[in-house]
């Protein structure tokens, strides 16, 4: 076997294994991309960026559409040791303003028909710009740098996450960071070349990275689905079918979603052979529900993971004792090998119990452009000091059962998971601070049972306004899955002793009151 050192060396061995398998698979057209068209195709891909002066330490910003040139293109990143970032195209252009701010990008791609925020972009200072549809297969091909200098510790990919200043954190994972986890998801769930791998999650979310580097980084298929074929249950559903996938994974709010839609019956499915879920709790009567289904014939997963730490760190094969307790939240397993961990108490008397840092080869390299908030979160092992020995403060509370297996706890800030999404509530905060007529704001999540829950914010305005009129603002500088379900109108906040917005009294009232879009002053 190759020495592989970095992750373009890992698809090449792949790719010229597995040429006339297929990489990607499109069940709306049929399409298939096999892995020696894929491959050339990133070649392809790797000479455009050098044309155009990009290569080993730049960063690529990307709105990626799930086409055979997008997912070219990433992998022309790694071959050129080239960073790579992904950008929402639905997301507000201030946000958008404030990633590529952190990012710096050398240059933007673009592989949707219609370019997302192209005037912003252009008057923002952002002219350097690809349009993958406008590009023709080189007219020659010159001699790629070699793979071998592109060390694992080159950067691969900033994954941007809700950030609690307002700012986003861009996350930096290295190329021996996702080979690390590679290894760990093949072994874990067993994966091999007669796979096929859903990719419902959007690229620009976290979860988008077991489905690419599981997939085409073992020879087995893609089945790349766009939002607007996510958003139609029995089409998703129809194409998962048709395509035959044997792995699935997503949030547990769009398994939720076919359940509830009454989208998915047990005759679905019929090739599943793993269905993954991770980013947020599941609900456990939803999933008892999904386990009736189809736990007789295929494997449920509940899998957990900061950004930071490369996707995924644990997985636990749901069972009959799970549903015990159906108060509960599922455990979420051991760690894998790649992991080790310390629990940071915050209770003396309870050492089993406290904030999880997180250690191993899937830890990343901290947060881009961002030293600040790099110290804070990746830390030196409070039990020692012998040796460098980095760990990611995860904000998550855990409790450490006898058998070693991880219960979340809750966090330790004000950060929540909401449709899988990490959100850190004061991120929306700062959006709507930003609102000239808003003189103060809280935003609070409120648990609405079953797992389930939603964004409300509080606010106290200087001139009468409705809070629809605020949800119509905040929505223009906010993704949508962070704009709150429900604006409330106060004279003023409640305060604390300190003076402090008391969040305790929001959270009561809030369920004093529980319907939504019903601010009143």
């Given at each position: 076997?190759?020495?592989?050192?970095?992750?373009?060396?890992?698809?090449?061995?792949?790719?010229?294994?597995?040429?006339?398998r297929p990489a990607l698979l499109y069940p709306a057209t049929g399409q298939r991309v096999n892995y020696s068209d894929l491959h050339q195709l990133a070649h392809q891909s790797a000479n455009s960026l050098l044309e155009r002066g990009v290569g080993n330490g730049s960063v690529v910003a990307m709105f990626h559409d799930k086409s055979p040139a997008a997912f070219a293109m990433m992998l022309a990143c790694l071959r050129l040791g080239v960073t790579y970032t992904m950008l929402d195209p639905d997301s507000p252009w201030p946000r958008l303003q404030k990633i590529l701010s952190s990012s710096c990008p050398n240059l933007i791609v673009n592989a949707f028909e219609l370019m997302p925020h192209r005037e912003s972009l252009v008057t923002g200072g952002h002219a350097h710009i690809l349009n993958l549809r406008e590009v023709e297969p080189s007219r020659f091909s010159r001699a790629l740098p070699e793979a071998s200098k592109i060390s694992g510790a080159t950067p691969a990919y900033i994954m941007f996450t809700s950030g609690s200043t307002g700012n986003p954190k861009g996350a930096v994972m290295s190329h021996a960071n996702v080979l690390w986890f590679i290894q760990w998801s093949h072994h874990r769930f067993k994966i091999t070349p007669d796979d096929v791998l859903t990719n419902a999650n959007p690229i620009y979310f976290d979860n988008s990275v077991f489905d690419f580097y599981s997939a085409i980084f073992s020879g087995a298929t893609l089945v790349p689905l766009t939002a607007e074929q996510v958003r139609d249950p029995r089409q998703l559903v129809r194409y998962v079918?048709?395509?035959?996938?044997?792995?699935?994974?997503?949030?547990?709010?769009?398994?939720v979603y076919l359940l509830t839609t009454r989208a998915l019956a047990a005759k679905d499915f019929p090739s599943i052979r793993k269905i993954i879920f991770g980013g947020e709790g599941f609900p456990k009567v939803k999933l008892k529900q999904l386990y009736d289904l189809f736990g007789h014939r295929a494997e449920l997963e509940n899998v957990y993971g900061p950004t930071e730490c490369t996707c995924i760190c644990s997985a636990h094969t749901i069972g009959p004792a799970d549903f015990d307790d159906m108060q509960s939240l599922a455990t979420l397993g051991a760690l894998s090998q790649n992991f080790d961990h310390e629990i940071l108490p915050q209770d003396a008397t309870d050492p089993s119990f406290g904030e999880l840092l997180l250690?191993?080869?899937?830890?990343?390299?901290g947060y881009y452009n961002d030293p600040g908030r790099t110290q804070t979160a990746f830390i030196q092992n409070p039990t020692h000091n012998r040796f460098s020995d980095i760990g990611y403060r995860t904000g998550d509370l855990i409790k450490v059962d006898t058998n070693g297996n991880l219960h979340f706890k809750g966090r330790v800030d004000y950060q929540i998971k909401h449709m899988g999404y990490r959100i850190e509530l004061e991120e929306i905060e700062a959006a709507l601070a930003t609102i000239t007529y808003i003189k103060e704001c809280a935003v609070i999540y409120q648990k609405l049972g079953d797992g389930m829950g939603q964004i409300l914010a509080y606010v106290a305005t200087s001139e009468q306004t409705q809070p629809t009129t605020v949800i119509e603002q905040v929505a223009k500088l906010l993704p949508a899955y962070m704009v709150p379900r429900d604006i409330r109108l106060l004279e003023a906040l409640p305060k604390n002793a300190n003076g402090k917005i008391d969040r305790m009294a929001l959270v009561a009232l809030a369920n004093q009151h529980p319907s939504t879009i019903t601010g009143s002053r």
């Open positions: 076997m190759a020495f592989i050192s970095n992750l373009w060396i890992a698809f090449e061995e792949i790719a010229t294994t597995h040429k006339d079918n048709e395509a035959k996938c044997s792995i699935w994974f997503s949030v547990p709010s769009l398994l250690r191993g080869p899937q830890v990343g390299l």
